[in-house]
């Protein structure tokens, strides 16, 4: 772990940013931080990335430091395999969800293994930055939430922010880290909210999940782009009466479930929500733990809701795709009716 | 001597010393002809090689890579060759005696690793596949080490750092890119151009044949290509990606690919050790001195089988073997050696016993390899091991614990 890299400034400065503005705030303050941090990919340059996370970052660190990468998705993490072997901190950009799989063999076959294949004599502090996600009514390859596929992999570390606030932390923690993080960016909150930024305050730790909203009858476990959707459900649901707890995640791999065991078994229920495929997804594994550690005190098995065991749909119907709040009640719903 | 070799210009126009084709007896057919004008040659007809030694033991020279060699240089070729070739039929034979699951052989590829790994300097970093036992060599990585991996006790627990040798890397062409990232940060640290020999670096990337075909080694080039990166991509066409020919790889010579990438590529005779280090230097020094990548084709047979799975009489001609017996990389150095009295009998032997010496370490070595604690497995996944991780490694550890306990 780097420590420079996590050094805070006294000053407190506090701004209305989106989350693109944060991540764009955070990659620039690990870049001033240590310039061994390098930022790669295709457009991060002159355009600043698709989604303009990385704006005005290589104006002002230059070519050298924020790298216009040729079309080639195995190479961009391969050569970032060497740059992170040569002592560099390479930062990533997976211009989409859907453009990873080519890579998918150097993350999972190289990034993953080689300190555990080196027992131990090298380290891959590399990020992996990908947005991920639907509802921006994007054509296909665009929407996709490939989380369960990273997560399954030892030797990564997958994160994903779901406000301004933590994406600013967690970007800088994840380049911090001495380990491959696979950094997941819900692209469709990319400008969605402004919030208040305190670039003085302590962040939570990168690998921890953290209750949003705190209720007695039953426990939402989501992450990324549901948060905002469990968040809402709770409101509808409290004006009827209910209260839900609702628990991000942020952290994928490693799980931190201490918050949600802890909610489990006061409220005795658990929805767990997620735009990725039901089958064998981040939900499985989570009902399955909560079922071992909280077996006694629940009163419904744990329900999932997610997207369809299909490709992601054409745009059109992918918000039938999506989990909204009325499935995620439904869920709750149907707990209650056990 | 410095040497360079000329930029991907060479391959305009102008007779190019390296593409030219060998003459053919004079009967080739029409469209033959034309076929040779436009792909090169053909595997028949085996293209000119840049050689400096022939099988025959004579001395050749190349307009843009000879060089003098010392005697000294010469029998420490010589050496390193027969040492690495009993290295190679020693782990043979322990996989035969059960002691190794496996072994990946280089019979016939010592020259083209000497030469290679012998032209590196200390400060140029090597990324191999699972077969450079003879580049290991020259950096100094313990044999044992490599046979560690065969044998299952790591996956290859040297100090890459130290060594300036990168991991063996089983998925085929995976390294390359690493290599290439590995250079833009010598570029970085600005070890590269410098003028200072002693400072400026490179990289080297070793594949096979077949790997040129996975997408990777082709990105590789390209970012080589595009960010001007200091590396040395080393193809071994040693003929074979275990049963699939050449042929089923590529329609032109490999090397000739270079040029489609914006970098000079040579074909090498892979069997010649004089010429694998001449050629390898000076792609090297290009390298170094900042002016990019070079595609060295040495161009070899790989007379072993791919490993010691395999039955290449399943798909390889005997005839085939036979012949490249004759253009054995250690049988001309010797007749070289000898011709000009560069060696006698007695230091041949005295090679030979250290060659017997190394058989013994390596059999001992290889047997007395303790097992890994079986809790190693729960070792280095992360540089900051997580909880979950935590907990398995104890609750496995308690698991074994109970039985031992538990008997008592
Ligand atoms: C991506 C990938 N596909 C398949 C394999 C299985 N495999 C191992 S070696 C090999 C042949 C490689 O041939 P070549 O690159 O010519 O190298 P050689 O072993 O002949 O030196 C194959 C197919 C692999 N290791 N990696």
């Known amino acids: ?338 | 001597m410095s040497q360079q070799l000329t930029g991907p210009d060479l391959a305009g126009e102008g007779p190019d010393p390296r593409t030219t084709t060998a003459s053919s007896d004079g009967s080739t057919s029409g469209s033959t002809q034309a076929f040779e004008e436009v792909f090169g040659p053909t595997r028949d007809n085996e293209p000119e090689l840049v050689q400096l030694l022939t099988p025959e033991g004579e001395r050749q020279h190349h307009p843009l890579f000879d060089q003098d060699f010392s005697a000294d240089m010469l029998r420490g070729f010589y050496r390193d060759m027969v040492l690495v070739r009993r290295l190679d039929t020693e782990a043979t034979a322990l996989q035969r005696h059960g002691e190794l699951g496996l072994w990946a052989q280089l019979l016939g590829q010592e020259a083209a690793q000497i030469g290679a790994g012998r032209a590196l300097r200390a400060q140029d970093h090597v990324f191999p596949t699972y077969r450079e036992h003879g580049v290991a060599w020259c950096k100094g990585v313990d044999p044992l080490r490599l046979l560690a991996i065969f044998r299952g006790v790591d996956q290859g627990a040297w100090d890459p750092e130290a060594h300036h040798f990168g991991l063996y890397t089983i998925v085929i062409g995976a390294q390359t890119l690493h290599a290439v990232g590995y250079g833009m940060g010598m570029q970085r640290d600005g070890v590269v151009g410098t003028g200072d020999p002693d400072r400026d670096a490179a990289v080297i990337a070793h594949f096979g044949d077949g790997a040129s075909s996975q997408g990777d080694v082709n990105e590789a080039f390209i970012f080589a290509a595009s960010y001007n990166a200091p590396v040395v991509f080393f193809c071994q066409n040693n003929q074979w990606a275990i049963s699939e020919p050449i042929e089923r790889q590529s329609r032109i010579p490999l090397y000739q690919r270079a040029n489609g990438f914006g970098f000079p590529g040579v074909r090498v005779d892979g069997n010649d050790v004089l010429a694998t280090y001449a050629v390898t230097q000076a792609a090297l020094q290009r390298a170094r001195e900042g002016q990019g990548p070079t595609f060295v084709e040495a161009y070899t047979y790989r007379m072993g089988a791919h490993t010691t799975t395999d039955d290449p009489t399943r798909y390889r001609l005997n005839d085939d073997v036979e012949r490249w017996k004759l253009r054995d990389p250690i049988k001309r150095l010797e007749v070289y050696l000898r011709r000009n009295g560069l060696v006698d009998d007695a230091w041949l032997a005295e090679v030979g016993e250290e060659a017997n010496e190394l058989g013994r370490t390596l059999r001992e070595g290889c047997k007395s390899m303790p097992d890994p604690k079986p809790d190693a497995m729960f070792a280095h996944v992360y540089a900051e091991e997580t909880e979950e991780l935590r907990a398995q490694r104890e609750g496995f550890a308690a698991y074994h614990a109970s039985f031992e306990g538990g008997a008592a």
């Open chain 1, 1 to 338: 772990m780097s420590e420079q890299l996590l050094e805070r400034p006294a000053e407190r400065v506090v701004e209305r940013v989106t989350l693109a503005k944060a991540l764009n705030a955070g990659l620039r303050r690990a870049m001033e931080a240590d310039d061994k941090v390098l930022v790669m990919g295709e457009d991060v340059g002159k355009l600043g990335g698709v989604f303009r996370i990385t704006d005005g970052l290589q104006k002002d660190f230059g070519e050298d430091r924020v790298i216009d990468s040729p079309l080639a998705e195995s190479g961009i993490v391969g050569t970032a395999v060497g740059l992170a072997l040569r002592g560099y901190r390479p930062v990533v950009e997976i211009q989409f969800d859907g453009f990873v799989y080519p890579a998918y063999d150097q993350i999972v076959c190289q990034v993953a293994k080689m300190r555990y294949r080196s027992g131990g004599n090298l380290t891959m502090p590399m990020v992996i930055r990908i947005p991920y996600g639907g509802g921006i009514g994007a054509v296909e390859h665009h929407s996709e939430s490939p989380e369960a596929q990273f997560a399954h992999t030892p030797g990564l570390k997958v994160v994903t922010c779901s406000n301004p606030v933590d994406g600013y932390w967690m970007i800088q923690q994840a380049i911090a880290s001495d380990d491959p993080v696979i950094f997941l960016e819900p692209k469709r909150q990319y400008h969605a909210d402004k919030v208040d930024l305190d670039t003085s305050a302590t962040p939570d730790p990168l690998f921890a999940s953290r209750v949003v909203r705190s209720g007695s009858d039953a426990t939402l476990v989501t992450y990324g782009p549901q948060v905002k959707v469990a968040l809402a459900a709770a409101e509808a649901a409290a004006a009827e009466g209910r209260s839900l707890e609702v628990i991000d995640l942020r952290t994928l791999s490693p799980l931190d479930l201490g918050p949600v065991y802890d909610s489990v078994r006061r409220t005795g229920r658990a929805v767990v929500t997620h735009e990725a495929h039901v089958n064998l997804g981040m939900g499985a594994e989570i009902a399955a733990r909560i079922s071992e550690e909280c077996f006694y005190s629940l009163e419904a098995p744990v329900l999932r809701v997610g997207g369809y065991d299909t490709p992601y749909p054409a745009s059109r119907i992918e918000e039938e795709f999506l989990p909204d709040l009325d499935r995620v009640l439904d869920a709750v719903d149907r707990s209650f009716d056990h």
